[in-house]
């Protein structure tokens, strides 16, 4: 401000001889905004008007001086200047309208606008969300009946899954929350690599230090799940950074819930992906609940998708139980990310039907009615195999097959994960650090001590 005051003044009383000099301090200050008012009055003033050329202020119609400043060039664009004392209001009125191409009776809508999907692919979407719901079933009585410690269902959330997967190609790097196995199973994780997960064997990837569903695959770029809510969101720019840097025609994609949206790594993240410019899908289920939260003290705006717009995001609401609706706006949102290098925020609208996970009953905190509704009139699987099957390509002797069959496998492949060997207790150990360190190996030392005192209280299928 002293500087700006000071320069306005040498300006005055050196005049247009001392431009140049003025015109060199502005190098230094770049946004001497109180300025602006004085420069109307100043004999130079056209001259500096041209060297302030990033921050002038100009006239929009140059009627008279009162007009000359009323549009501001800022950072960001031009600003307009107004008399009125408003503020922006704390909701648009209207809410984000929703993308949808199927109807509750899986029609499509007339005139809506999608991605054409093959017969194959259609058929593989619908025969991996039957699956994800078979699985659902049987891991969870596994729980009920105590041979897994934990689950949690994707119930009311396959289209999401196995639509937003079935757009993505397998370079696209996956980030996921925990409610996503859908991905994982459309990239081609076996029914037995899940069950080793659950069950925590000698094959599960993570060695059975983590508790069931925390599915991860190096080999089908999907990142291992991660519990602390929202921390894959930053993770997932900083992947997509390394991916515009090595030129690759690929993005990176991450989920997470409405409940996530309240963590500070995700406002962070946007923000990063949007300045940095890079191909990221920001991929937000708003299932209506956060355990036992419900959207309505989760936050005060539009869902999510209002959020974009504020970090200079590009984003779209849709219908998250629309599975084709889902795969075309992922679809578009994969080219936008890599041909323009941007992120993009989608917003799915489901319900999560199940309980949050083994460990909760919903029905303490919600009406069962609400549950039946998401359960039966808006399923999506339901609606999406009357879009199929009006195209002529599924029947019942087709449904009552697949339901069997995936059935008898999923069955197999818990007996096998069950039966399994659990990895050795020295594996408890490694992975962290390159070398085991001193302190880890004393910890190892004191436990197995421990174990040999009282092996009664270990399980015996561990080995030691
Ligand atoms: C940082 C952090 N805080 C709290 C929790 C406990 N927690 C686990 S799941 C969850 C709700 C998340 O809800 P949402 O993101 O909407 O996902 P949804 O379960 O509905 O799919 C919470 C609070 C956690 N895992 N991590
Ligand atoms: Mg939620």
């Known amino acids: ?38 420069f109307s009055s100043n004999p130079i003033n056209g001259c500096l008007d041209r060297r302030f050329a990033s ?48 109807d509750d009776d899986g029609k499509t809508i007339s005139g809506s606008s999608f991605q054409e999907v093959s017969k194959e692919i259609a058929l593989k979407m619908y ?32 289209a999401i899954n196995i639509a937003s997967a079935a757009a993505l190609t397998i370079d696209d790097i996956v980030f996921p929350q925990y409610r996503e196995p859908g991905v994982l199973l459309w990239r081609g994780f076996t029914l037995q690599e899940f069950a080793n997960q659950c069950f925590g064997n000698k094959l599960d990837y993570g060695k059975g230090r983590q508790m069931p569903i925390h599915y991860g695959s190096n080999r089908l770029n999907y ?11 930053p993770h997932a720019v900083g992947a997509a950074y390394s991916l515009k840097m090595d030129k690759k025609h690929a993005c990176a994609v991450t989920y997470f819930g409405d409940g996530g949206t309240s963590e500070g790594d995700f406002h962070a993240a946007l923000n990063f992906a949007a300045v940095m410019e890079v191909p990221v899908i920001f991929f937000c289920r708003n299932n209506g609940w ?10 005060r705006s539009d869902g999510a998708v209002i959020r974009g717009q504020a970090y200079g995001i590009r984003s779209i609401r849709v219908d998250g139980n629309d599975a084709l609706a889902v795969y075309s706006a992922v679809h ?16 799915a609208l489901t319900y999560r039907v199940g309980h949050h996970s083994t460990s909760d009953d919903s029905t303490k905190y919600r009406p069962v009615d609400e549950i039946e509704h998401w359960r039966t009139a808006r399923d999506p699987v339901s609606r999406y195999r009357k879009w199929i099957e009006r195209n002529g390509w599924w029947c019942d002797d087709a449904e009552s097959e697949l339901r069997s069959n995936v059935r008898k496998e999923l069955l197999h492949a818990v007996q096998v994960a069950e039966r399994m060997d659990k990895p050795p207790l020295a594996e408890l150990f490694t992975d962290v650090y390159d070398q ?25 299928e561990v080995p030691v």
């Not at 990142?223 to 969101?233: G, R």
């Not at 994969?334 to 993009?344: D, F, G, K, V, Y």
């Not at 085991?436 to 015996?460: A, C, F, M, W």
């Open 223 to 233: 990142f291992t799940v991660s519990s602390p809510i929202a921390t894959q969101v």
């Open 290 to 299: 956060a355990i036992s939260t419900p959207t309505a003290e989760q936050f």
């Open 332 to 347: 578009a949102a994969r080219e936008m990310a890599i041909r323009e290098s941007r992120p993009i925020l989608v917003e």
């Open 55 to 102: 921050i002038k202020a100009e006239s929009a119609a140059a009627v008279d001086d009162h007009r000359c400043y009323q549009v501001m060039d800022f950072p960001g664009g031009k600003v307009m200047f107004v008399p009125e004392l408003r503020f922006l209001a704390e909701s648009p009125g209207e809410r984000i309208s929703c993308y949808r191409i199927l």
């Open 1 to 38: 401000m002293a500087l700006s005051l000071a320069r306005s003044r040498l300006a005055h009383h050196l005049g247009q001889k001392m431009a140049s000099l003025v015109s060199s301090l502005q190098l230094w200050n770049p946004l001497p905004l109180e300025l602006v008012g004085g």
């Open 127 to 158: 025969s991996d969300m039957v699956t994800l719901q078979i699985m659902d079933t049987i891991f969870y009585e596994a729980q009920r009946q105590g041979r897994i410690s934990f689950y949690l269902t994707t119930i009311g959330e396959e």
């Open 436 to 460: 085991v360190p001193s302190n880890l190996r004393e910890q190892e030392r004191l436990l197995t001590e421990l174990i040999k005192q009282h092996p009664g209280d270990y399980p015996p």
